[in-house]
């Protein structure tokens, strides 16, 4: 797959963008004053973890929204539909199709039954200690490796767009967003995140106006003159440039559409809401959101391939990573006016925002793994918890953040950033989605089956990663670059090789798990701070065990 890798193309040899800084700084110093303002709220782990549950719907569906949108989805997939035409076209799709699935499978039904975490769901039916250090396991691995992710993009952006060294930049962004979680925790990281998606939506917003006005409002010329440009030429519009073989085809398709009902972070955000009804309607808000987002991306893309000459499309990176800030320099103006460098800094503003705001949401969900379900709830058995969890969090957040911080400056870089993007959804799709789709709808699995389902998706994603040719090399045994085709299978098929050989004693709470997943009886109430849902709810909708047999 086509890199994510940028270079100096947006600032030549000119050294510092003191426009771009200039913008970066102004964004930076909103969102702190967001989180000064977010740290006078956040008072016990409730206010910490899920911003008090007083989220509206139309507000975490931009949060939402901002949690899907990271630097690979901006800039990574306007590069491939740049250079591949349709089939970069395939990744946004499947992006919107993720985001109906969860709409209509899990907002609810996450909202009903958890507290914080995505460990909440398993542990509400399942033997409590032992899932949540499995499910912990899963949520740490992926976060880390994506938190990784994020920040080598935070340094790569930050060196190619504004000129400061990689190295500095990583360290920039993951300080800032320290900041955020440490100080504001779950409710400054909403606010980031929502400035971040309206701060999005703007900047597409505008690229594709002038793009329209430039082409008299005539889409179609776009996708004309797109054509004409392309080496490809009429191939451009059709499947098979990017992904020839069928099985990636797949493997792909599978990521991309079953991604967001794996990622902790995006689970998360069902938390903050008052109810299950909110949760609904903030997943509505975050579809409609990311559909017209995507819309957008898809002209832009086309339009960067239709407007871009020969030698402005070469300094789009090998990757295409900067066509659509090269696009907005060019419809600005072009490179030298006002018009064309303010745009670009504002483009690479909103590009920089959108790490710091994924980067926010990871962290905070790794140090609920760690705080909540590791030691709150496995160690400590709640005692303390409201007080002790946000404390303990802080702590998590601060030595993930330095090993993350750590890890990406080692990787440096040149590394392969939309590539490590797919890894890390493959990980998550593998690890999570067997476990919490069962627990949510099939009475008979049981604690030993969730367990060996989470840790067999785990583990066989990573040897099959090691074992791909883009990791083992030429000879690889694994002869794709993605595992999704065996390690989700595989970790469906444990979960019920494992319930089937040690099934629970007692499988009665399936039945008030799917009772109260249906109907909200027995959930949190709104303004409530407890450590731990009750799991009291009325006998007679409770007794009967047959439910959703």
């Not at 008072?43 to 901002?66: E, H, K, L, P, V």
């Amino acid at each position: 797959m086509t890199g994510f890798v940028l270079g100096q193309a947006a600032t030549g040899d000119s050294g510092v963008n003191y426009l771009a800084l200039l913008v970066f700084a102004v964004l930076v110093a909103v969102t702190l004053g967001v989180t000064y303002w977010a740290s006078s709220r956040t008072s016990n782990a409730t206010d910490f973890w899920a911003a008090g549950r007083g989220i509206s719907a139309r507000q975490n569906g931009f949060a939402m929204a901002g949690e899907w949108l990271s630097a690979s989805s901006l800039l990574g997939y306007a590069g491939l539909t740049f250079i591949f035409g349709f089939d970069g076209v395939i990744f946004a799709v499947c992006s919107v199709v993720s985001s109906v699935l969860l709409l209509f499978i899990l907002a609810g039904r996450m909202r009903n039954v958890g507290t914080y975490t995505m460990s909440d769901v398993l542990a509400f039916r399942l033997k409590e200690r032992p899932i949540r250090i499995a499910a912990s396991i899963g949520t740490l691995s992926v976060a880390l490796l994506y938190l990784c992710t994020q920040l080598v993009a935070a340094g790569v952006l930050f060196a190619a767009l504004s000129g400061v060294d990689f190295t500095l930049g990583v360290i920039i962004a993951g300080a800032f967003v320290l900041v955020y979680v440490t100080f504001g925790g779950m409710l400054a990281t909403t606010w980031v995140q929502i400035i971040k998606a309206a701060l999005l939506m703007v900047a597409i917003g505008l690229v594709t106006i002038l793009l329209l006005n430039r082409f008299a409002w005539n889409p179609s010329e776009i996708f004309v003159q797109a054509v004409e440009n392309s080496q490809a030429g009429p191939a451009y519009l059709r499947p098979g440039l990017l992904l020839q073989d069928g099985w990636d085809l797949a493997s792909l398709a599978i990521v991309g559409i079953f991604a967001g009902l794996g990622l902790p972070h995006v689970l998360m955000r069902f938390f903050t809401v008052p109810d299950a009804r909110t949760a609904r309607k903030s997943m509505g808000w975050a579809v409609g959101l990311l559909s017209v987002f995507y819309i957008m991306l898809i002209i832009d893309a086309v339009g960067a391939r239709a407007v871009l000459t020969p030698a402005e499309s070469e300094a789009t990176g090998a990757g295409g990573n900067l066509a659509l800030p090269l696009l907005a320099q060019v419809l600005g103006g072009g490179e030298g006016t006002l018009g064309g460098d303010l745009l670009l800094a504002f483009i690479s503003a909103a590009a920089f925002s959108t790490v710091l705001a994924v980067t926010a949401g990871l962290l905070i969900s790794a140090s609920g793994a760690v705080a909540h379900d590791l030691w709150s709830r496995s160690i400590r058995h709640s005692v303390n918890s409201e007080r002790e969890e946000p404390v303990v969090g802080r702590i998590a957040a601060v030595v993930l953040a330095v090993a993350a911080m750590g890890i990406a400056i080692a990787i440096g870089d040149q590394y392969n950033i939309g590539y490590l993007v797919i890894l890390t959804l493959s990980i998550a799709v593998s690890a999570n989605l067997p476990a919490l789709v069962l627990a949510l709808f099939w009475r008979r699995l049981s604690t030993v089956g969730a367990v060996c389902g989470v840790i067999v998706g785990l583990v066989s994603s990573l040897a099959l990663i090691v074992l791909s040719p883009s990791v083992y090399g030429e000879g690889a045994p694994w002869p794709l670059d993605y595992p999704v085709l065996v390690s989700v299978p595989l970790g469906f098929l444990t979960c019920w090789l494992g319930s089937m050989a040690r099934p629970d004693r007692d499988a009665s709470r399936y039945a008030e798990l799917r009772v109260r997943s249906e109907t909200g009886v027995g959930a949190n109430a709104p303004a409530s701070h407890d450590a731990e849902p009750s799991r009291t709810i009325p006998t007679a909708l409770s007794g009967d065990n047959r439910v959703g047999d």
